[in-house]
């Protein structure tokens, strides 16, 4: 999620904490998650629990039985998204970082879910490359949540390992309002704002984004959908 600049408003949190009680309820495995992630000295910027619950209700509404995320970071993402998975699925998730993978692969384990899920280390835009040469495509469902100003390049390296039908889904799209500043020298608003034009000429998405706020402070999703050329 993005790096947070100030607090967020304690309603937000408290809003939060409430669809988390009613509609989540306790999680040890997820909150052994974030506390093995924040013990290893990872940083602070995994989707909050409600977004994680949503990530993984779009999953089954994709029906995914193959899910491609960009930005692994300690894997709680990436528990969400692999628990959608039928039997059988597979998860493929590349991360730059060697100790935050190994932090990932340890939680993914202890989450009973290392058999279907693959965390592949190295930068990201190399690793798709591979992929996209070796045919591994397509996938159901990819969510890209690693460094901004290489959203262009994932996206379309999405598109490559995508099928009509494929749902994908961005993070950090709205940065606390700095998508707005077309003067930032910021090169995550700078390849945040690059999305957003790409995605707006590409004739084989239909996208929207949404603006949410919370524990995680003030961002957004981007929600797009692939179908054939136009």
């Not at 899920?117 to 969510?143: H, K, N, S, Y």
């Not at 994932?154 to 606390?176: C, F, H, K, Q």
């Amino acid at each position: 999620m993005v790096e947070r600049t100030a607090e967020p408003d304690p309603a937000w949190t408290a809003v939060d904490s409430y669809i988390s009680d009613k509609l989540l309820g306790a999680d040890a495995v997820l909150a052994a998650t974030l506390a093995a992630n924040a013990a290893a000295g990872l940083p602070d910027i995994d989707v909050s629990p409600a977004q994680g619950r949503m990530l993984h209700v779009l999953a089954r509404m994709a029906g995914a039985r193959r899910i491609l995320e960009i930005g692994t970071l300690g894997g709680y993402s990436t528990i969400c998204l692999a628990r959608a998975l039928p039997d059988g699925g597979r998860l493929v998730s590349l991360e730059i970082d060697p100790h935050h993978a190994d932090i990932a692969r340890a939680n993914i384990a202890a989450a009973e879910l290392a058999a279907m899920v693959d965390v592949r280390t190295g930068a990201a835009l190399e690793t798709l490359d591979q992929m996209i040469a070796a045919g591994e495509g397509p996938f159901d469902l990819v969510f890209i949540d690693a460094d901004k100003p290489s959203n262009v390049g994932y996206m379309n390296a999405a598109l490559a390992l995508s099928r009509p039908g494929t749902t994908i889904i961005v993070d950090n799209v709205v940065r606390e309002g700095g998508v707005l500043d077309a003067t930032s020298d910021d090169p995550r608003i700078i390849g945040t704002r690059a999305l957003f034009d790409m995605v707006s000429q590409e004739p084989r998405l239909t996208a929207t984004a949404v603006q949410t706020v919370g524990a995680k402070k003030w961002d957004g999703f981007l929600l797009a959908i692939v179908g054939p050329a136009s």
